[in-house]
């Protein structure tokens, strides 16, 4: 090396040494005392299983079912410490980075060390995010830097979007620590980011909750999504958590933007930088690594670009990364908490209407079907429901539109009064049932229907009366859907569209191709699961992919027409296809036989009777997830007092086995024909004690 390349680099040696992959020091100084320490060992600290650990606390957070009533965490930093929670995380991390989860005892010791030392830089206050030059562990996939690194290969690193591999690792800590915390405070109205909870849970409790509202108010604040004042942010986080260790590390994450770092990287840029950009885009092709995670299929990128303007959006707050949805949750479920004050204050019986005559939870519902919920009458039952789907809300009110108007201007108020958010008529629109509201690219309407009654008078005399009525329906919408399918380039038009050939599978060979579309409209299926024009819209759906396909496998073997491929190929595309001028091509059979080729499926529902039907699986009214249902049955086995009742109660009763009951009911059977009758007071005995098994 030249003096004049030596003396170049001398500026980076120090910088090349810490992004550099460290070897284990089993030692490290003490400024303190100025004596060097030896190093615990990490293998004497993994004493417990991480997910015991975090089981105890979904556990202790979840046995409080109050909000109001929970007392805020003042001390996490013993969780902090613990370095199995580390090695969760890192093996989480690792899955979603190489898509491989490595188990416990594959881990190697200098990446314990690692994550031993990154733990002591969080307990001792020493960490800095996006720190890039100062790496305490590594990804699997960056290769160990034996050369000094150049001036213009150090900017690029310095500059990259991409976050280090241990700010990933910090948020996994973080967020198995935090999401117990705030998952037993939050609002069962709100379903975007959480487990257990997704788009479909709001369209099923949509169909099953909100029959017999006539105005609905649908919301827009996903500013609070793009940005939000850090401020505000903490004070909602300090209601539940009083750690100064983890409130300092949200907070140095919540002050470091991303996009500020990113506008000052490209501004510094010169024309040297600017020309070796157009010349990476110019660049075709990209060979990817041999760890290097795969991109998304075409299927799945396709599928992701039909997401609704509700789900499209997810928060990015500075340096939190993974924990910046549960932080958005955390900000907007004070929202959530006071709808749901509003909700039991607006909420006004009247015993002459049909529905909600008593409770608020009262009313003819039927989960498993629309519900008909009569319109007609004087006096009408005043109620108000709520959802929340990430920045989306949305408001069914039954009662006049002066009701809608008065609560629209105290949600205005609170917005501006708790997360600064001015908001505009436009941003908080008043429709009615009748107009149709669209939500999740579904149509809220309702069916107007009147039937008629018959009932026996005095006199013995059959009267009939004509009512009046409604059915909520929920629907997909046809115009949202083919707006979508025009933007992504498969149809032309509004009215009639004419679909286009899929163009980005030109190259892809007929097997591959058919593979991925199938996919995409299994995927959408599912996605229209629970819309009553199910059969329609995905019949629409594979309609255009079909014809798509058709035109271009039209131009790829040269056939002219969509009519020829459908002659040849059959209706679903299923039979191969080959170029009209080439007959010396070996038969597909026998490629397919000596296994050269790869079987053609066929493209899904070519038929209507293939596509399924709308999923109207019963949907209860206070449902949770499963993973809060299996919580609160455990939380409820613990305690003490269950078990003092039902041993009472079998004391009572007496216990019966399986075996005695069979042979009672057969003996019955045999004896009478039919089960004889139990006293009334067994009755009473027998309902009593199957309430105290059956969860609350």
């Not at 030249?2 to 490290?28: D, E, G, M, N, W």
């Amino acid at each position: 090396m030249s003096l004049r390349t030596t003396i170049k680099h001398l500026r980076y040696v120090t910088s090349f040494r810490a992004l550099s992959h460290r070897s284990p020091q089993h030692h490290h100084y003490n400024e303190d005392h100025g004596e060097q320490q030896p190093q615990q060992d990490p293998y004497s600290l993994l004493k417990e299983d991480p997910i015991q650990v975090v089981s105890d606390l979904w556990v202790r957070t979840f046995s409080d079912y109050n909000h109001r009533t929970q007392k805020p965490f003042t001390n996490l930093t013993g969780f902090l410490s613990k370095l199995d929670l580390w090695v969760l995380a890192y093996q989480r991390t690792c899955a979603h980075v190489t898509g491989y989860f490595p188990p416990r005892n594959a881990i190697q010791s200098h990446i314990l060390c690692d994550l031993l030392s990154l733990r002591n830089a969080i307990v001792k206050g020493q960490f800095v995010w996006n720190m890039k030059t100062h790496l305490y562990i590594r990804s699997p996939n960056d290769k160990p830097l034996t050369k000094l690194i150049s001036k213009r290969k150090l900017q690029s690193i310095l500059n990259s979007d991409t976050a280090p591999f241990q700010d990933r690792v910090v948020q996994e800590v973080l967020l198995v620590i935090l999401e117990p915390i705030f998952e037993s405070r939050f609002s069962p109205k709100s379903h975007a980011f959480r487990p257990g909870r997704n788009a479909h849970t709001v369209i099923r409790t949509i169909r099953s909750n909100f029959a017999g509202y006539l105005w609905f108010l649908r919301g827009d604040i996903s500013q609070i999504l793009d940005n939000e004042d850090i401020n505000v942010l903490m004070d909602c986080v300090e209601k539940a958590v009083r750690d100064k260790k983890v409130l300092g590390l949200i907070k140095s994450g919540l002050s470091l933007p991303v996009q500020n770092r990113l506008q000052n990287g490209s501004e510094s840029k010169g024309e040297f930088g600017k020309k070796r950009e157009k010349k990476r885009a110019s660049t075709k092709k990209k060979i990817l690594n041999e760890n290097e995670p795969k991109p998304d299929p075409y299927w799945l990128r396709t599928f992701f670009n039909f997401a609704p303007v509700e789900a499209a959006k997810v928060p990015n707050y500075g340096y939190c990364g993974i924990l910046s949805p549960l932080l958005a949750n955390v900000c907007l479920n004070e929202l959530d908490h006071m709808m749901g004050e509003k909700i039991v204050e607006f909420f006004q019986p009247s015993k002459l209407d049909s529905i909600w005559k008593d409770s608020i939870n009262d009313g003819s519902h039927n989960p498993a079907w629309p519900e008909f919920v009569p319109s007609s009458g004087k006096e009408k039952t005043r109620k108000m429901d709520y959802i929340r789907y990430g920045g989306h809300f949305l408001i069914g009110i039954r009662g006049p539109r002066e009701d809608a108007v008065e609560i629209r201007k105290e949600l205005i108020d609170f917005c501006d009064r708790k997360y600064g958010l001015r908001l505009d008529n436009s941003k908080v629109e008043i429709e009615h049932i009748s107009r149709g509201i669209q939500f999740l690219d579904h149509i809220i309407c309702r069916r107007v229907i009147h039937p008629t009654l018959r009932y026996t008078a005095t006199g013995g005399k059959i009267v009939s009366e004509k009512g009046v009525g409604t059915l909520l329906s929920v629907t997909a919408s046809l115009q949202q859907c083919i707006r979508q399918f025009r933007r992504l380039e498969f149809v032309k038009g509004d009215r009639d569209p004419e679909p286009l050939p899929c163009t980005p599978m030109l190259y892809s060979s007929q097997a591959h191709t058919n593979a991925q579309m199938n996919k995409f409209l299994e995927t959408m299926a599912d996605w229209y699961r629970y819309a009553d024009n199910r059969k329609k819209i995905v019949g629409f759906c594979a309609y255009v992919i079909r014809s798509s396909l058709a035109k271009l496998y039209a131009a790829r073997y040269r056939l002219k027409s969509r009519a020829k491929v459908y002659k040849i190929a059959s209706r679903d595309l299923s039979h191969p296809l080959r170029e009209s001028g080439n007959n010396s091509a070996p038969e597909y059979s026998d490629l397919l036989r000596m296994g050269l080729v790869d079987a053609i499926e066929g493209v899904r529902f070519s038929h209507m009777s293939l596509i399924p039907s709308c999923d109207y699986t019963p949907f209860p009214r206070n449902w949770v997830p499963d993973h809060e249902r299996v919580l609160h049955e455990y939380i409820r086995l613990q305690d003490p007092k269950f078990f003092c009742e039902l041993h009472r109660s079998v004391k009572r009763q007496g216990v019966s086995f399986p075996q005695d009951e069979i042979s009672e009911i057969v003996w019955d059977c045999k004896r009478f024909g039919i089960r004889s009758y139990q006293s009334n007071g067994e009755k009473e005995t027998k309902s009593s004690s199957e309430n105290l098994l059956l969860p609350s």
